[in-house]
């Protein structure tokens, strides 16, 4: 069964760019008769705050989006990413990388350094077994990195259109243990059977890892549609400090959560700014090839009613 999922990580609540993202997700995979799964990206523990699973559920149904069972979290499943770590580090598809972010940066930048390798310069891939001994002795924890053909990986995005980016030797366990996104993303959406991975496009660089981790893992990929991210009026990308972002927000200035759907599928060219609409209405009217392919800016400080 294809499915579309969203994927916040529980960490605040969602402002008016993810609600955005969201409703475009919920579209694609509704207007194809695919399941919607809601999955929690919740293993950066430092980050997360529990009452935040609950509060964005909430807000994602106040727009009137709903989802199928079961909702996933991904700190449930770190058994199966610790699993599939550990086969590619038998199979010599990884390796321990022992690098400080100061030493990967002050390599990259050397004089006489591996200037052709746009991310990771590859310090460790070739460790002997003592220079491997050497670094675990003096107390470094090993991070984990995919060893990858060192190259750039075209791909077609469904709202982005033909798109490019690099691929390096990719981090795949932090050296905390903590499985990385872009691994995980990839196994998650594999398992759930995603279709189209609708997300918001600062993601766009990072989809040219995953494929490259979905090609070592020998899993097939999903198809990507990139939505324009929601900015403010400065021109960076939308965040909590810019002002009333949140639907508690804006519920705080008198603003419905219709009127905020309302408003943010009329930024999508699908009604009015006034116009009611039901998530059911503008899934008659979705057209995938009708996104916008430009950024949204959004200035807070505007009510959103009576535009
Ligand atoms: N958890 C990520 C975020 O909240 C989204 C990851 C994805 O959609 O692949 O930005
Ligand atoms: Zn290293």
């Known amino acids: 069964m294809p499915s579309g999922r969203f994927a916040p990580s529980p960490t605040g609540d969602l402002h008016l760019g993810n609600l955005r993202t969201a409703m475009v997700a919920w579209l694609f995979a509704r207007s194809d008769g695919a399941t919607f799964v809601l999955r929690f990206e919740d293993l950066d523990t430092a980050t997360v705050r529990p009452e935040y699973y609950q509060r964005q559920a909430d807000d994602l149904a106040a727009l009137g ?9 991904q700190s449930d499943r770190l058994a199966i990413y610790h699993d599939v770590v ?7 598809l990884a390796y321990p990388c022992y690098c400080s972010r100061r030493e990967i940066r002050e390599a990259a930048q050397a004089p006489n350094g591996p200037s052709t390798h746009e991310g990771y310069p590859q310090t460790c891939r070739h460790l002997s077994h003592a220079e491997r001994s050497a670094r675990e002795r003096s107390g470094r924890r090993a991070a984990y990195r995919l060893r ?21 030797d990719l981090v795949i366990q932090r050296n905390d243990g903590t499985p990385a996104y872009n691994l995980v993303v990839v196994i998650d959406d594999v398992a759930s059977e995603i279709d189209v991975v ?38 960076d990308r939308l965040a909590k400090r810019d002002g009333a972002v949140t639907l508690a927000d804006r519920g705080a200035l008198g603003e419905t959560p219709a009127q905020v759907r309302s408003f943010l599928a009329s930024t999508l060219g699908l009604c009015e700014p006034d116009e009611p609409v039901t998530m059911a209405d503008l899934l008659a009217r979705f057209d995938p090839a009708g996104l916008p392919t430009q950024p949204l800016v959004l200035d807070p400080d505007r009510p959103i009613v009576g535009l």
């Open 65 to 73: 989006l709903d989802w199928d069972e079961p909702v996933i979290r």
């Open 198 to 235: 609708v997300r918001a496009d600062d993601l766009l660089s990072s989809t040219p890892r995953q494929l490259e981790v979905a090609r070592v893992l020998g899993l097939p990929p999903p198809r990507y549609a990139h939505v324009p991210l929601v900015l403010s009026p400065s021109g």
């Open 148 to 168: 990858t053909d060192e190259r750039s990986i075209r791909f077609d995005d469904l709202v982005a259109g033909p798109s490019e980016g690099p691929v390096d």
């Open 86 to 92: 550990d086969r590619l580090v038998a199979e010599g």
